[in-house]
């Protein structure tokens, strides 16, 4: 299995755009998570879906985030518009069953808005 | 704020040495878990030890963890250059939430 993949790998933006990121899981897990790592905030939960439905997305910091899961092998986390402070390291992750028991992550987005 | 302190912030060690990372919380956990992440990487699952258990291994790997006193600790015994990384503890709790900590930069010299 190549494991939980996501692109693009690095993304820079000016201020404003509408920014996507993308995430494949693992074939047969089904629940993703997506989070965000900056330094001075660590990593932070955005949103978890379970079976393609929104499980808990208290962490989305405003309405200008939002993520979708059409299907079972895809999602995408969308910035519009993005601003300087969306800085931040960008992970998916996706587990078996329901329970957050072990995690497997992405490589990650390395998104940069300018 | 993050859910939990981890001390220390960075170590800095000799290839071969043991190396111990702190884990502390605030609410009751259903499990807690260990990450390592490798500079520009994901992070990777090492270890889950659950509320109920005491003490875990794993290779050279071992995992304690006090509710008690509500902390955790990491030992990677006989540590190699290849053990540089960044270690995170992640506290499950109710609600399926997983939240990490702040993580220890551990540095393993040759």
């Known amino acids: 299995d190549a494991g939980v993949i996501q692109s693009p790998r690095h993304e820079v933006t000016e201020m404003g755009q509408e920014v996507t990121l993308r995430c494949k899981p693992i074939?047969?897990?089904?629940?993703l998570f997506w989070y965000r790592q900056t330094m001075m905030r660590g990593l932070e939960l955005l949103i978890y879906?379970?079976?393609?439905?929104?499980?808990?997305d208290s962490g989305m910091p405003e309405d200008r985030f939002s993520a979708k899961m059409p299907n079972a092998s895809f999602s995408t986390l969308k910035i519009q518009p993005s601003e300087p402070r969306d800085s931040a390291v960008y992970f998916c992750?996706?587990?078996?069953?329901?329970?957050?028991?072990?995690?497997?992550f992405g490589s990650g987005t390395q998104l940069s808005v300018l | 704020s993050q859910q939990g302190e981890e001390d220390p912030q960075a170590l800095s060690i000799q290839e071969g040495e043991n190396a111990t990372m702190n884990c502390s919380y605030k609410t009751s956990i259903n499990n807690l878990q260990w990450y390592r992440q490798n500079s520009g990487r994901g992070l990777v699952h090492l270890i889950l030890?659950?509320?109920?258990?005491r003490e875990k291994h794993s290779g050279r790997l071992r995992v304690t963890l006090d509710t008690s006193k509500k902390s955790s600790s990491l030992l990677i015994t006989a540590s190699r250059a290849a053990d540089t990384a960044s270690y995170f503890c992640a506290k499950e709790t109710s609600g399926s939430r997983l939240t990490f900590g702040e993580g220890t930069q551990l540095t393993v010299n040759p």
């Open positions: 074939s047969g897990h089904n629940s």
């Open positions: 879906f379970n079976n393609n439905v929104p499980i808990d």
């Open positions: 030890i659950r509320s109920n258990e």
């Open positions: 992750a996706s587990s078996l069953g329901r329970a957050v028991e072990k995690l497997f």
